[in-house]
T-cell receptor, first 117, second 115 residues
């Protein structure tokens, strides 16, 4: 079974600074997807960024980028120029590539990010 | 992105009664839907995975007779909490994946309180 580990329960960063959230995972599969989701106080889950395991290039979405190290099974999220609206719970998630009928979307324990004005 | 609507957003029920939560994909066909339970300040715990037209696959430790999941169509899945008890009080979230989607899309969640 796949497991996702986030070792930082809480992080804080000064507004406009950069912060990196860590995520490691365990799998025996070679093809899969990785995601970072954000859950603000409203509790609505919002996709931040995704990465296909077969792609070597790290995904980037505006101020958000990942450092995907497939061999190390590491998938960290970097938030640049942090804004007050970035304050939320961040979850790393793993999904199998394509195994219809046996899908799973597994989440890490989450990292609570606080932005200091 | 695609839209998933979950209803109701909150519900209060009496112990011993049943409550149904609906999860609808509004603009895509959801081949797979996931149901999660989330305790305060904790992660999403996967309860079950359902594929349209087939029985749900429950995670270990989740009582299938208590948490009935039905995925009768490509746009609707329901979770029924039967004979609810106060310990069933929690936040329940559904998510859906379409055949051509990479990521899952989430409903707004349902806060269930059993009194």
């Amino acid at each position: 079974a796949q497991t996702v580990t986030q070792s930082q329960p809480e992080m804080s960063v000064q507004e406009a600074e950069t912060v990196t959230l860590s995520c490691t995972y365990d799998t025996s599969e070679s093809d899969y997807y990785l995601f970072w989701y954000k859950q603000p106080p409203s509790r609505q889950m919002i996709l931040v960024i995704r990465q296909e395991a077969y792609k070597q290039q790290n995904a980037t979405e505006n101020r958000f980028s990942v450092n995907f190290q497939k061999a190390a099974k590491s998938f960290s999220l970097k938030i640049s120029d942090s804004q007050l609206g970035d304050a939320a719970m961040y979850f790393c998630a793993y999904r199998s590539w394509s195994n219809f009928g046996n899908e799973k979307l597994t989440f890490g324990t989450g990292t609570r990010l606080t932005i200091i004005p | 992105g695609a839209v998933v609507s979950q209803h109701p957003s909150w519900v209060i029920c009496k112990s011993g009664t049943s409550v149904k939560i609906e999860c609808r994909s509004l603009d895509f066909q959801a081949t797979t839907m996931f149901w999660y339970r989330q305790f305060p300040k904790q992660s999403l715990m996967l309860m079950a995975t359902s594929n349209e037209g087939s029985k749900a696959t429950y995670e270990q430790g989740v009582e299938k007779d208590k948490f009935l999941i039905n995925h009768a169509s490509l746009t609707l899945s329901t979770l029924t909490v039967t004979s609810a008890h106060p310990e069933d009080s929690s936040f329940y979230i559904c998510s859906a994946i379409g055949k051509w989607n990479t990521e899952a899309f989430f409903g707004q969640g349902t806060r269930l309180t059993v009194v």
